[in-house]
């Protein structure tokens, strides 16, 4: 658990609660489950994700497993194995991903 935000560029292996925003890079890689306050995802997961806020799913992620989230933009692309949940009611948010690299990724993180 880390009570502020966390950045992740490798591989992260078991359940993990962050208290801020998890944001992920494109080679990041996590096998378990995930529960955040908000997060960017631009890598691999693979297990349960719950977003308390605000989830951001880049076209270059690939996640298998269930979302829950307040809030779901999803960048055309991305691919997404399993059951989806908004809990605020509001459609999905569909858009083209603007960041034309990682860099660019982990600046507006």
Known sequence: MTQGPLMV???VQGNGR?????????????QGD??????????TVHGKI???DKLEVSASAVIQGEIVARVLAIANGARIEGAVTVTSGKAIVK???KRTSEADADAAA
Not at 19 to 29: F, N, Q, R, V, Y
Not at 34 to 43: D, E, M, T
């Open 50 to 52: 719950i977003i308390e």
């Open 95 to 97: 858009f083209d991903e």
């Open 9 to 11: 560029s490798g591989q």
């Open 18 to 30: 962050i208290g801020g925003t998890l944001s992920m890079s494109k080679s990041a890689h996590w």
């Open 34 to 43: 995930i529960s955040a306050r908000s997060a960017v995802l631009a890598g």
